[in-house]
């Protein structure tokens, strides 16, 4: 006796199945991050700007009031909080609330007395006078060529 085929049917529900899960999975990442039990790092760039050393870290939203700066021996450390919506309302969320902290190692010579911090547009910058040490230098790079085997 020879069967008939029949159209999967099953595939429709298995593809539902997989948007019920990709929706779960989704709702609970926004929750997560909604009550991240780990601190949040803010994005940190450091640079030598003529005979400054300058601490960036970018900090949107976030009241420049609530934010503490202190520096003991050779680490600065930044510390504040973004506060949280109303969760009820968010559709799509990527931006990380609640505390952070950010620990950064100053370079040696640095004179914790000269740190000084100014905020603006989101943006918090750490200045002071850059030591002796860390002014920078351009380092040659050699380029070796390999040589071409006679035949």
């Known amino acids: 006796m020879a069967r008939t085929p029949q159209s999967w049917a099953h595939c429709r529900s298995l593809e539902d199945f997989c948007h019920e899960i ?84 100053l370079p040696p010579g640095i004179r914790t007395e000269d740190v000084k911090a100014a905020y603006n547009h989101g943006v918090l910058e750490l200045h002071m006078p850059a030591p002796k040490a860390a002014s920078a230098r351009k380092v040659l790079i050699q380029v070796e060529t390999t040589k071409a085997k006679d035949s």
């Open 22 to 105: 990709d929706d779960a999975f989704s709702r609970s990442l926004v929750a997560a991050r909604q009550v991240s039990l780990v601190p949040a790092f803010p994005p940190t760039e450091s640079f030598l700007d003529g005979n400054e050393y300058v601490i960036r870290l970018d900090l949107p939203g976030i009241n420049p009031r609530e934010i503490e700066v202190t520096v003991i021996g050779d680490v600065v450390t930044v510390h504040g909080s973004r506060e949280h919506h109303d969760e009820q309302d968010v559709i799509h969320c990527e931006i990380t609330h609640g505390d952070f902290l950010r620990k950064v190692r």
